[in-house]
């Protein structure tokens, strides 16, 4: 069998405690505690059998057998608990360290005490601790280790006090082992945890590195797709716009009917609107327009998002509101972000059933933010398509490409701003755009 195939198996058999949060941190290393504590409870099985028939020695059997029991029940636990769709807290991870180290008190003081090579099992689950808790945890539960085990090291050495060489002896191998025992937690809470925060840094800057790194690449192509696009449509509008020209200058006769008349000059004004559209972003791809430095007020940004909108939607019901504390506030002066602004509300009017509102707003703490929030009466988003928002061709209405959204989060990002969506309990759904800008006053 090919080692796809196992693997293949082993993903299929595990498949459940994946479900969901597949992901955490948490939810791997429960799974890697259960994984131990099964392992370790077969092995000292085995050795407690190998033990009691080559030593003579008999173990009392109903505490073992009321510690293995409570090991299987605390597995079956730890299984049904990584099917479950909530999220593992690191609280819920120590309190699984605990139990594993409840369990081991309870094997040490029935085998052997501290000199039950059992007891270096509280190194493996400091361990553990070490690589998936918080700093303050995993000193917390070095020193309950260090504490477990200096117990059982006092106990030990108060019991065996007939002085002997061989006693002696054996009893300085059980403080020398105590001592590299405490050494050896104190270096694993130490340096362990450290090294573990410093590895989920670095693995989370790569992430995000390798998030943004797709993200230009998906931008580029955009960007290329929408001047081959610009390209190809600038021939057949140039010639629909000539035609549209001549047509207009007609008058009513000569057309048929005063309707086909004005029919003909709203296309000659949309094939204009959408020739200015194109050359806009030809400009800007061939570096003829420079906004590095340009700023426009804050009443005139709201007032050309208001002709726009008004021009291309004249029957849609919307609302502007713009707050008292705009005048003195400016934004940078870019088609883009102007666009990327024009697109959510646009999306807020296609969704609405009745309305749409758009509130311009500085909040009180902070006055160098926008805040423009698009509310609609809508079905709201579906949570599927919620989970997804912000990412390419991701759309609910049919015929869409799904980039509106994916470009305008992309123009607010580079802005310095950022996009949330939300549904509301009454119906509807809220896109609030965060914009910073500089106040003037």
Request: charged residues 15%; hydrophobic residues 45%; proline residues 3%.
């Given at each position: 069998?090919?080692?796809?195939?196992?693997?293949s198996?082993l993903?299929s058999?595990?498949a459940p405690?994946?479900?969901?949060?597949s992901?955490?941190?948490?939810?791997?290393?429960?799974?890697?505690?259960l994984l131990?504590?099964?392992?370790?409870?077969?092995?000292g099985?085995v050795?407690?059998?190998?033990?009691q028939s080559?030593?003579?020695n008999?173990?009392?059997?109903?505490p073992m057998i009321?510690?293995?029991?409570g090991?299987?029940i605390?597995i079956?636990?730890?299984?049904w608990?990584?099917?479950k769709?909530?999220i593992?807290?690191?609280?819920?991870l120590l309190?699984?360290l605990?139990v594993?180290a409840?369990?081991?008190?309870?094997?040490?003081f029935t085998?052997?005490?501290?000199?039950n090579?059992?007891i270096?099992?509280?190194l493996?689950?400091?361990a553990?601790g070490?690589?998936?808790?918080?700093?303050?945890?995993?000193?917390?539960f070095a020193?309950?280790?260090?504490?477990?085990?200096?117990?059982f090291?006092?106990?030990d050495?108060?019991t065996?006090?007939?002085?002997?060489d061989?006693l002696?002896t054996f009893?300085?191998?059980?403080?020398g082992?105590?001592?590299?025992f405490?050494v050896?937690a104190?270096?694993?809470s130490?340096f362990v945890?450290?090294m573990?925060n410093?590895?989920?840094?670095?693995?989370l800057t790569?992430?995000q590195?390798?998030?943004?790194e797709?993200r230009?690449?998906q931008?580029?192509?955009i960007?290329?797709?929408?001047?081959g696009?610009a390209?190809a449509?600038?021939?057949p509008?140039?010639?629909?716009s000539?035609?549209?020209?001549d047509?207009d200058?007609l008058?009513?006769?000569?057309?048929?009917?005063?309707e086909?008349?004005?029919?003909?000059?709203?296309?000659?004004?949309q094939?204009?609107?959408c020739k200015?559209?194109?050359?806009q972003l030809?400009n800007?791809?061939?570096?003829?327009y420079?906004?590095?430095?340009?700023?426009?007020?804050?009443?005139?940004?709201?007032?050309s998002?208001?002709?726009?909108i008004?021009?291309?939607?004249?029957s849609?019901?919307?609302s502007?509101?713009?707050?008292?504390?705009?005048e003195n506030?400016?934004?940078p002066h870019d088609?883009?972000i102007?666009?990327?602004?024009?697109n959510i509300i646009?999306?807020g009017?296609?969704?609405a059933?009745?309305k749409t509102?758009?509130v311009?707003?500085?909040p009180?703490n902070?006055k160098?933010l926008?805040e423009?929030?698009?509310?609609?009466d809508?079905p709201?988003m579906?949570n599927e398509v919620?989970?997804k928002m912000?990412?390419p061709?991701i759309?609910?209405?049919?015929?869409?490409m799904?980039l509106g959204i994916?470009?305008?989060?992309a123009?607010i990002q580079k802005a310095?701003g950022?996009i949330?969506?939300?549904?509301?309990?009454t119906g509807?759904?809220?896109?609030?755009?965060?914009?910073p800008t500089?106040?003037t006053t």
């Amino acid at each position: 069998m090919s080692k796809e195939a196992n693997h293949s198996g082993l993903r299929s058999l595990f498949a459940p405690l994946y479900w969901a949060d597949s992901t955490s941190t948490t939810r791997q290393a429960l799974l890697l505690l259960l994984l131990i504590r099964s392992f370790v409870t077969v092995l000292g099985g085995v050795g407690l059998f190998i033990y009691q028939s080559y030593s003579g020695n008999t173990v009392p059997a109903t505490p073992m057998i009321a510690v293995f029991a409570g090991i299987f029940i605390s597995i079956m636990l730890g299984l049904w608990r990584l099917k479950k769709v909530v999220i593992i807290s690191n609280r819920e991870l120590l309190a699984n360290l605990m139990v594993d180290a409840l369990f081991l008190v309870l094997v040490l003081f029935t085998v052997g005490g501290a000199s039950n090579p059992l007891i270096s099992y509280l190194l493996v689950l400091l361990a553990v601790g070490a690589t998936f808790l918080t700093q303050l945890q995993a000193n917390l539960f070095a020193l309950g280790s260090i504490l477990i085990y200096s117990l059982f090291i006092f106990v030990d050495l108060r019991t065996d006090n007939n002085g002997s060489d061989s006693l002696m002896t054996f009893q300085l191998h059980l403080v020398g082992m105590w001592a590299i025992f405490v050494v050896s937690a104190i270096l694993i809470s130490v340096f362990v945890t450290r090294m573990a925060n410093t590895i989920r840094e670095r693995e989370l800057t790569l992430a995000q590195s390798r998030e943004n790194e797709m993200r230009n690449e998906q931008l580029v192509a955009i960007g290329t797709l929408a001047a081959g696009t610009a390209h190809a449509l600038g021939t057949p509008l140039s010639t629909m716009s000539v035609l549209l020209t001549d047509l207009d200058n007609l008058s009513a006769e000569e057309v048929g009917s005063i309707e086909v008349k004005e029919d003909i000059s709203i296309l000659r004004q949309q094939v204009i609107r959408c020739k200015n559209s194109l050359s806009q972003l030809t400009n800007y791809y061939n570096k003829e327009y420079d906004n590095s430095d340009s700023t426009t007020t804050l009443q005139e940004f709201v007032e050309s998002l208001k002709d726009y909108i008004t021009n291309i939607h004249p029957s849609a019901t919307i609302s502007f509101t713009i707050g008292d504390r705009i005048e003195n506030a400016k934004v940078p002066h870019d088609p883009n972000i102007n666009h990327a602004v024009i697109n959510i509300i646009e999306n807020g009017i296609k969704a609405a059933q009745s309305k749409t509102m758009v509130v311009f707003n500085i909040p009180k703490n902070e006055k160098n933010l926008l805040e423009i929030s698009v509310q609609d009466d809508g079905p709201g988003m579906p949570n599927e398509v919620m989970e997804k928002m912000g990412e390419p061709f991701i759309s609910t209405r049919e015929g869409s490409m799904g980039l509106g959204i994916y470009l305008a989060n992309a123009t607010i990002q580079k802005a310095g701003g950022g996009i949330e969506m939300f549904n509301l309990k009454t119906g509807g759904a809220v896109t609030v755009i965060r914009l910073p800008t500089k106040d003037t006053t």
